[in-house]
């Protein structure tokens, strides 16, 4: 069966902002409160989670993930009440993409 594919980015000021890998990797961090582990499950180095996790909070006014470094109750990191309400923007543009572009190829299917 044939489908017709894409991929959805948003960007800021011509920089990748949010993108199916991001929130993937964001939704990992809200599970595991952990960039570490939310790189692991992902198979993605610390340090490449870490660098996107910094390019989105830096291109918003307002962070998506907040980190509290360790110390007596140890560390954590943690998904922001905005970082949530940008998963839940991103999933709702890709699923209306793909309703679209599903339309489309059957209107062309049928001409």
Known sequence: MRA???????EEDGQVFLG???????????????ISA?????NMSYKKAWS?????NTLSDTPLVIT???GKSGGGTV??????SMIAEF???NTACE??????YEDLKEA
Do not use: C, P
Request: proline share 0%; glycine share 6%.
């Open 20 to 34: 199916y890998g991001r929130v993937e990797l964001l939704k990992n961090i809200e599970k595991t409160q952990s």
């Open 99 to 104: 309703t679209f572009l599903d339309e489309k």
């Open 52 to 56: 996107l996790i910094n390019s989105m």
């Open 91 to 93: 999933e709702k543009l």
């Open 38 to 42: 939310a790189a692991k499950a992902m």
């Open 79 to 84: 998904l922001t009440a905005y970082g949530k």
């Open 4 to 10: 017709v594919k894409s991929r959805v980015w948003i």
């Open 68 to 70: 509290n470094t360790g």
